[in-house]
């Protein structure tokens, strides 16, 4: 089977409308013949960066934290194992698991993190008194965050 000719007025009509439209790329074939006119990207149109944003002005001078780094974990504190969500009792409208001021033994639920949408019981690693409950129902809470103060 003989091959048509190369159409050289189609490549530049081809060409110029690359350059035209600021595409990169057009094919078109027909049977078992095809033409492809590319370009590379440096060669297309100019792309503008973006204006440099003007340097920010100083700053006003801010009084120094009072202390950098974290408070002390409390004496007694129980930490969340995991990151989640805190929830005290364990359904909307129903009593909190513990209130400050009970008296809790090893083992009793405190609350509950939830965590990838599973429940998990925090429970009082030994016998003792609810001094301070250190977060709110449904906060989220951090891996190491104190949650209940036992004494």
């Known amino acids: 089977m003989a091959k048509k000719p190369v159409d050289l007025e189609l ?20 049977d ?3 033409i492809r006119i590319a370009r590379s990207y440096a060669a ?4 503008m960066a973006p204006a440099a944003a003007p340097p920010p002005s100083a700053p006003e001078a801010a009084p120094a934290p009072a202390e950098t780094s974290s408070p002390a974990p409390k ?3 129980i930490p969340s194992p995991m990151v989640g969500t805190a929830y005290l009792s364990a359904e909307p409208g129903s ?15 405190l609350l509950i993190v939830e965590a990838m949408k ?4 925090i429970t009082a690693p030994r016998a003792g008194t ?7 129902n449904e906060q989220p809470v951090e891996y190491g965050q104190p949650l209940v103060v036992l004494s």
Do not use: C, Y
Request: charged share 30%.
């Open 95 to 109: 009593p909190a698991f513990v209130r400050v001021g009970d008296k809790v033994s090893e083992g009793d639920t």
């Open 75 to 77: 004496e007694g504190a």
């Open 118 to 121: 599973v429940m998990n019981p």
């Open 44 to 47: 297309a149109a100019p792309i």
């Open 32 to 34: 078992e013949n095809k």
């Open 130 to 136: 609810v001094t301070e409950i250190l977060v709110e």
């Open 11 to 30: 490549i530049r009509a081809l060409a110029e409308l690359l350059h035209e439209t600021d595409l990169t790329e057009i094919e078109i074939g027909e």
